[in-house]
């Protein structure tokens, strides 16, 4: 007996529809009407999530024989609640928003965490200079502690995001208008905090000028510190944001499938290779669509290719920035003749021009070639 059999058999005898399936096992309708078709293979994550739903071993879901089964009570059950739900508003059946969340969290305390470390380098740089010159170079101890912080919220978060998203590829919409709309007044509650701060930093720094060295450092940790409390509301209420757009979520599978191994041995190959490891069912699979035209993946293999090169071309431009940036923050810090309070400001810079590059990159290079 085949694992189509048995999973037509175990959906057909609990009831469930093929989108009920999907979205307790968290993939996409199309993927499992091509289990069903023996077109695709679940992964063994999804396996083994099917186990549980159905109430049975993976060897009796892949070769056994589960037709001639009854349901047990307890698989009974569990379809009979995916039915009331999906009889009702969509729910939120993977944890989806619950892991956006901390998510969120990680992300910004890491931030904050980053700049914190920067401002106490600042304040402790600037009052051993004045004090004890001798020991200056305790200040990137702070530094250090911020970036070691920084790294340990940073890393684990993208990680835990990444298993997610392998996981759970795509996730229905259960976000209501009203939560969009609480979540874009959050945001931009957040953003005028952020952005306030920032101000109040820079306004009393540059009431700092003239009062001698001790005044101007300590007024440059305090803006940098207000920066970083408007970095972390900034950095959280835009996640937060982003969360309730679950439809930008399923679209990052095609990302995603860049992340892959195929996709990382593709970055050596030209474009005729491209094409050719790109299958049709490759394409249909991106799109959503189990049989698309001819022409629909042909567009859809052109933008792969476009994006490629746009995400090349990026990262080549973005890594020649920050590499100037280091190279100049490091010459502000420790050159004696160029030193000053403001050598992260290197960094910064850096990553703002990041930001514009990749903007006009989005801008100006289309995914679709014919625009």
Known sequence: MSFRDNLQYLRATHAMTQEQLAMMVGVSRQSVTKWEAERAYPEMDKLLKLCQIFDCTLDDLVTGDLTCTVPSAAAQARADAMRQSAGGPPQDVCGYDEHMRAFANRIAAGVGALLIGISLLILVGTVTECFAPSLEALGLIPLFAGIGIWLAFILPAFFRHSEFQRSHPYVQDFYTADDRREAQRTFSIGLVAGLLLLFIGVVAASFSDGHGALAEGIASAAMVALLAAGAWIIVRSSILLSRVY???????????????????????????????????????????????????????????????????????LCGIIMIIATIVGMALLLVPQWHTAYFWMAWVVGGLLCGVVGIAVSTFIKDDPTA
């Open 246 to 316: 679950v439809a930008n979520y399923n679209e990052a599978r095609e990302q995603a499938m860049a992340e892959s191994d195929t996709w990382k041995y593709l970055r050596e190959s030209d474009a005729a290779q491209l094409r050719g490891l790109y299958t049709d069912e490759q394409i249909c699979e991106l799109l959503g669509i189990p049989n698309a035209s001819d022409a629909e993946i042909a567009r859809a293999r052109a933008r792969l290719e476009r994006r490629h090169r746009k995400s090349q071309l990026t990262s080549g």
